[in-house]
């Protein structure tokens, strides 16, 4: 039986389908490290109302943490995680939380911090040892990441199959 929508009321770069069947469990299952950086992260970006400013915030603010703490830390670490395509919507009315948005991590980007390009091995060992995730695709990027911040690999995350599957907005348009 389908559901209606899920009001969707902003976006990085993705929509949730009109069409497509919405599970009423939309929280998404991810490990505690990345759960707790993508709060910290949540917490201080743009609203999903600013579509432009958050998607800016996310190409400028690694998961990691901010750009001038990790730049001045002794321990610097060659790689940097970055939200990449993003879905936040609603859930239904019938949900304790009408007006409590859920955002979804669809893809991440993994840079290797103002360097060269390098190769999957380095990028999925990354991920698994720091974020304990074990990525289903990972594709080495052929351009540089925002503002020369170095090379990079695109990591898709996947859910469960009836969870709708994203679809590119235009981070221009208004919800």
Same mark, same amino acid.
């Given at each position: 039986? @389908? #559901? !209606? /929508? +899920? !009001? $969707? +009321?902003? =976006?990085s770069r993705a929509v949730v389908l009109a069409d497509q069947p919405v599970p009423a469990d939309l929280e998404q299952q991810l490990p505690s490290p990345l759960r707790l950086a993508l709060n910290h992260l949540l917490e201080r970006a743009p609203s999903a109302l600013f579509p432009r400013a958050r998607q800016l915030y996310f190409l400028k603010v690694p998961l990691e943490g901010h750009p001038q703490d990790l730049d001045s830390s002794p321990f610097v670490e060659r790689f940097r995680?970055? $939200? @990449?395509? #993003?879905?936040?919507? @609603? /859930? =239904? #009315?019938?949900?304790? *939380? /009408?007006? *409590? !948005?859920?955002?979804r991590i669809n893809e991440l980007a993994v840079v290797h911090w103002q360097a060269p390009q390098t190769n999957l091995e380095d990028y999925a060992s990354y991920i698994s040892r720091h974020w304990l995730l074990e990525p289903q695709q990972l594709n080495l990027c052929e351009q540089p990441w925002f503002r020369e911040g170095g090379a990079w690999a695109r990591v898709s995350l996947t859910g469960p199959a009836d969870v709708p599957a994203p679809a590119p907005a235009d981070p221009d348009s208004t919800p």
């Open positions: 039986m @389908l #559901e !209606p /929508p +899920i !009001p $969707v +009321i902003g =976006s995680t970055f $939200v @990449l395509r #993003e879905t936040t919507c @609603l /859930p =239904s #009315e019938e949900n304790e *939380q /009408p007006h *409590q !948005p859920i955002t």
